[in-house]
């Protein structure tokens, strides 16, 4: 269950010129929350700029108390919320939306191969669910813009037993888009049984449908822009298959985890 | 101190307290449900309904501009009947009072909707008349008084609920639709409904909604409510319910002093879930710090000399 908490900020630290990662103090997010789900932040005063801001948990210490988020500066929200420091109190409501299955509840008797591939922003929820998941194989691929936007690159190496990185202009890893790398290495390496994607729109697209031509499940996380983030406003929806037809779903409440083969993304 | 009363009646609706989420920013209640005691609240006016389950426009369906935000949910709903069946009975174990929101493409949708709900439970009817008519152009039912008349009066022969007659800001007089509703059979008029708007976002050289134009709310539109709920108070002697980017209790306040028997909450619920709350602790308040007994005592008491 959701709540709406004003919890303190315990840091905030700058990973490249744009990406910041930021420690806060709760109980309640820490102890309850599951990888996928997001927190909606005030950044500002809700009166001048109105909105929260969706942003996901991409770890969790639950001895400590705490949880990391990780976001890029975009635009004045998220300026906002990169001047906060420690010991300020930063209002959120989370967890919010449904969140990934794990491995050994889709296949409960293999020690199962999961991809988790992510591009830009779309990397931090990645890392909380692959930091939770055990007794499976986790290979992850990340695309970045240039070697001067990669952000966490340690931290996914420690949860992971293969991270292979991609780069627009080739300054680090393989040059060009995540889903060709990530295409190109499982038809040498065998396939996983599991892939888990987050980032743009375009991206998604092209790993359902690689996972679809090689058979293989898969979960991606849906980005809309949200309004009240708990289901209630209607404004956060994708189009989604149903039965014959289709249907808007909420991304903050029905997602953002959908399964890739029900997602009709737009052209 | 002596307690102070919010109870209110308006058209034979019983409030407990003047403050009822607006259409459309509390779903049917089960979301709010797990933030808020429902039963604190005046009234819950539901997502807006259509008589069929309606998906809605396409998205991006929200933005946000100063002080606002604009959105083209479009009406996803799910219909009438599936309200009847799977949502009131869930808001009806509430004490607090239900308030069904209709739209239609046709007089006789919108008729029909209030027959479907003449035997059931809720308190009110609301009906939205800032649709297309899809009969006559397009053009919104409530920007002419003689589409206000039309559906006022055809809906009121249909139900036996109150019939409160939600005003779209979208017109030149809304003073003249206002008393249209009045001599229609209207039992009270609400306003305002959003502010037809638009967005672009400059880099993509495009709307930053789906639907290209959309409607806005929240606190760049309090001036302008405030205004037209003065001149509707002035207009017409049925009650009024006031909104348009009420945040606090003060703000409450500032319609009620203009005119407004109760007030709507709608963008604020998007931003804080216990906004609804803090409006009524606000009104509270500020009738303690003056010694208002009763909330009916502030209503329209604008010294405008
Ligand atoms: C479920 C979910 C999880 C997310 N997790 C992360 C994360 O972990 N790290 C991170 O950096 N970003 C994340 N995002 C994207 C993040 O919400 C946006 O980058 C942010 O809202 C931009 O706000 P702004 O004020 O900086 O930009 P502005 O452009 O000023 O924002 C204007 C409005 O558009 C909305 N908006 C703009 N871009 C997006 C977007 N991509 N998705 C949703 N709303 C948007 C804003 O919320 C705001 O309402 C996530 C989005 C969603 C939906
Ligand atoms: C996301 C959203 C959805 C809305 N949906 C409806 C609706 O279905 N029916 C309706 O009559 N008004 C709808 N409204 C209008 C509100 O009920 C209210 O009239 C308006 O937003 C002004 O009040 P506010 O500034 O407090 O939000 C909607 C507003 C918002 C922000
Ligand atoms: S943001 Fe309100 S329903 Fe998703």
Not at chain 1, 76 to 89: F, V
Not at chain 2, 115 to 133: K, Q, W
Request: glycine share 10%; charged share 20%; hydrophobic share 40%.
């Amino acid at each position: 269950m959701a709540k709406a908490l004003k919890e303190k900020v315990l840091s905030l630290k700058m990973l490249s010129h744009s990406v910041f990662r930021m420690s806060i103090e709760s109980e309640y997010i820490s102890s309850t929350a599951l990888p996928g789900q997001f927190v909606n932040i005030k950044c500002g005063d809700g009166i001048n700029n109105i909105l929260r801001r969706p942003i996901s948990i991409c770890g969790v210490d639950r001895q400590k108390g705490t949880f990391d988020i990780a976001f890029q500066v975009r635009g004045k929200g998220t300026r906002l919320l990169s001047e906060y420091s420690g010991e300020d109190l930063i209002d959120l409501t989370g967890p919010l939306g449904n969140s990934f299955s794990l491995p050994h509840t889709l296949i409960p008797q293999k020690h199962s191969k999961v991809a988790a591939v992510g591009g830009g922003i779309g990397i931090f929820p990645l890392l909380f669910l692959l930091k939770e998941m055990n007794n499976a194989e986790k290979h992850a691929y990340l695309g970045f813009r240039d070697c001067r936007s990669m952000v966490m690159v340690e931290d996914f190496r420690e949860v992971t037993d293969k991270l292979l990185i991609s780069t627009d202009d080739g300054s680090a890893g393989y040059k060009g888009a995540v889903t060709d790398l990530f295409e190109q290495h499982i038809k040498t390496w065998d396939k996983p049984d599991i892939i888990y994607a987050c980032g743009p729109v375009p991206m998604l697209r092209k790993i359902v449908s690689i996972a679809q031509a090689h058979d293989i499940m898969c979960q991606v996380s849906m980005e809309q822009r949200m309004g009240c983030g708990i289901g209630a406003c209607l404004v956060c929806v994708c189009a989604t298959r149903q039965d014959d037809g289709w249907k808007y779903s909420r991304v903050c409440k029905d997602g953002p985890v959908f399964w890739g083969q029900d997602v009709i993304f737009e052209e | 101190m002596a307690q102070v009363s919010l109870a209110t009646n308006i058209a034979g609706i019983k409030l407990k307290n003047p403050v009822i989420a607006a259409s459309g920013t509390f779903g049917f209640g089960r979301e709010f449900a797990e933030f808020i005691d429902l039963n604190k609240l005046g009234g819950i006016s539901v997502k807006g309904l259509k008589l069929r389950p309606t998906r809605g426009n396409k998205p991006p369906r929200i933005a946000e501009t100063p002080a606002g935000i604009l959105n083209s949910v479009g009406l996803q709903n799910p219909g009438i009947e599936a309200f009847i069946k799977d949502e009131l009975p869930f808001l009806r174990q509430y004490d607090t009072a239900i308030i069904a929101n209709i739209a239609g493409d046709t007089v006789e949708e919108y008729c029909e909707m209030a027959r479907m709900l003449d035997d059931t439970e809720i308190d009110a009817i609301e009906l939205n008349v800032s649709c297309p008519n899809v009969k006559s152009g397009g053009a919104a039912f409530g920007s002419s008084p003689g589409a206000v008349s039309e559906i006022t009066s055809r809906v009121k022969a249909c139900c036996s609920h109150p019939l409160i007659v939600k005003l779209t800001p979208n017109v030149t007089d809304i003073a003249e639709i206002a008393m249209a509703a009045e001599a229609s059979g209207a039992d009270a008029i609400s306003l305002i409904n959003t502010v037809l708007g638009m967005a672009i976002d400059i880099h993509k050289r495009k709307p930053v909604l789906g639907n290209i134009v959309g409607g806005l709310s929240g606190p760049a539109i309090k001036p302008v409510a405030v205004r037209m709920v003065y001149e509707v108070s002035k207009s017409v002697r049925i009650p009024v319910i006031g909104m348009g980017g009420i945040f606090s209790g003060e703000d409450a306040v500032e319609f009620m002093l203009a005119g407004a028997s109760a007030v709507m909450v709608g963008t604020a619920n998007l931003v804080n879930p216990f906004a609804c709350l803090e409006v009524i602790k606000g009104i509270e308040e500020y009738m303690e710090m003056y010694n208002y007994r009763h909330v009916n005592e502030i209503i329209g008491k604008l010294d405008t000399a």
